[in-house]
């Protein structure tokens, strides 16, 4: 899109993700179910951290960050707004982001919770058990929205997890107004069928109202916001209200329908999934790429599919080559 400085600016979650390898006898210890995501809070999550084991490692995480990085490693211009608070481990989040190529400048939170976290203990087994808390990434509000960031954005995308918290759904909102105002383009992650369960009604109001012009999900989550079992029927819904939808398909790649035309890629094939995790976030960094850069509806929706293919290659939800080479490998045009 013409004279934009970014290509994707995504906003949503700002959480530190904290690695540390553990023995079950750890999980039994501290009470953790193995293998479930634990909401703990500020006294819960502040113990937790003080008893990983090891030099844990930290990295800047989130859905849309991760998908803010994707698009820096394709060779594009990516930008995040998300809140970190005024500690050790938002200090640690602004670094490790900016170190990414991500451009980043969200005012810190100087008074208030601590920097979300999400802690996440691997047993020998392979398997991840979380323990998150929320904290400052729900601190998110109007303030925060850019307006010169945005308006430099061909693509202000954001994650369905924002609409929790009441002043990040005014934000969300408000990001919307701005990117429309510059003549920009808004997208969305529908993030996961519970969240859609939570605000279905409302997601399909962002849709129908325009607020949000590009929509991503999976089969499930797009067949959970229409409530239908078959995803032709939610194929067919969904056209009706989004003119630009993509809709990940699991080994089976993607599609997308734009203005009512379907267009259908096959996945890159991958000698062993080692972990799902970041599969949909990267997904999205090649796709909306695409989109940025004005590309095909397939050629869009490969360059996801790539990325994808890549991160579930390997464990975390993070690219480990850069994805520029990658595209270029497999013959794909940036």
Not at 149 to 159: K, N, Q, V
Request: glycine share 10%; net charge negative.
């Amino acid at each position: 899109m013409a004279n934009a400085k970014f290509d994707v600016l995504t906003i949503g979650n700002a959480i530190v993700d904290v690695f540390a390898k553990v023995d079950d006898a750890f999980l039994v210890a501290e009470g953790m179910d193995k293998s479930i995501m634990h909401l703990v809070d500020a006294e819960r999550s502040e113990y937790l951290y003080s008893r990983l084991p090891g030099n844990p490692q930290h990295i800047s995480g989130g859905s849309c960050c991760n998908t803010a990085v994707g698009v820096s490693s394709l060779g594009g211009n990516g930008a995040f707004i998300g809140k970190v608070a005024e500690d050790d481990l938002g200090a640690i989040y602004r670094k490790d982001l900016t170190k990414s190529s991500v451009f980043y400048n969200t005012p810190t939170l100087i008074h208030g919770t601590s920097t979300a976290r999400s802690m996440i203990v691997i047993t020998p087994d392979g398997e991840r058990t979380m323990n998150t808390y929320l904290g400052a990434c729900q601190e998110l509000t109007v303030a925060d929205m850019d307006e010169d960031l945005i308006s430099a954005s061909a693509l202000t995308f954001m994650e369905g997890y924002l609409w929790d918290p009441p002043e990040a759904k005014r934000a969300f909102v408000k990001a919307g107004e701005l990117a429309h105002k510059h003549g920009r383009k808004t997208g969305l992650t529908l993030s996961d069928p519970f969240c859609v369960g939570r605000f279905r009604d409302e997601f399909i109001g962002l849709i129908r109202n325009k607020t949000v012009d590009v929509l991503l999900a999976n089969d499930d989550e797009i067949k959970s916001l229409y409530q239908v079992s078959d995803l032709n029927d939610a194929i067919a819904a969904v056209q009706k209200d989004c003119s630009t939808v993509a809709i990940t398909l699991g080994a089976k790649g993607a599609m997308a329908i734009k203005d009512g035309v379907v267009s259908e890629v096959p996945a890159f094939k991958v000698d062993q999934v080692e972990d799902v995790t970041g599969a949909g976030d990267l997904f999205a960094s090649g796709f909306l790429y695409g989109l940025a850069r004005g590309h095909a509806m397939e050629q869009s929706l490969s360059l996801g599919c790539l990325c994808a293919s890549e991160v579930i290659s390997h464990v975390g939800a993070r690219p480990n080559v850069s994805l520029e080479g990658l595209a270029i490998k497999n013959g794909l045009t940036l």
